[in-house]
């Protein structure tokens, strides 16, 4: 059983910055892939940003140049460096991980979740 622990989440006004942060109960260089989702209310969960075993990346399109994942495998965490936030940025981030899947990977590739950190961006 993997144990994911997010936090850094908060309350920021329009082109503020926060950074999120995945404590792993595992060794994270062992993971295929970890990632960064995102649901808002009334929404379906969307993925944000992931990192691969080889350290590739990919970026959902509206968060491309304004986020940055980084994977610490000597700390086992993973961030989310959020910068130029918006108001449409606003929901609850998770931090998720894979063992095997495709690339880029689909939700139902990772199969351990934490259980959020609210980000609210105010206008």
């Known amino acids: 059983q993997v144990r994911l622990v997010e936090s850094g989440g908060g309350s920021v006004q329009a082109g503020g910055s926060l950074r999120l942060s995945c404590a792993a109960s595992?060794?994270?260089?062992?993971?295929?892939?970890m990632g960064w989702f995102r649901q808002a209310p009334g929404k379906e969960r969307e993925g944000v940003a992931y990192?691969?075993?080889?350290?590739?990346?990919r970026y959902e399109d509206s968060v491309k140049g304004r986020f940055t994942i980084s994977k610490d495998n000597a700390k086992n965490t993973l961030s989310l460096q959020m910068d130029t936030l918006k108001p449409e940025d606003t929901a609850m981030y998770y931090c998720?991980?894979?063992?095997?899947?495709?690339?880029?990977?689909?939700?139902?590739?990772?199969?351990?979740w934490g259980r959020g950190t609210q980000v609210t961006v105010s206008a």
């Open positions: 990192v691969d075993n080889d350290g590739s990346i």
């Open positions: 998720a991980v894979a063992y095997s899947g495709g690339w880029p990977p689909s939700l139902t590739d990772f199969s351990y």
């Open positions: 595992t060794y994270t260089y062992r993971t295929y892939c």
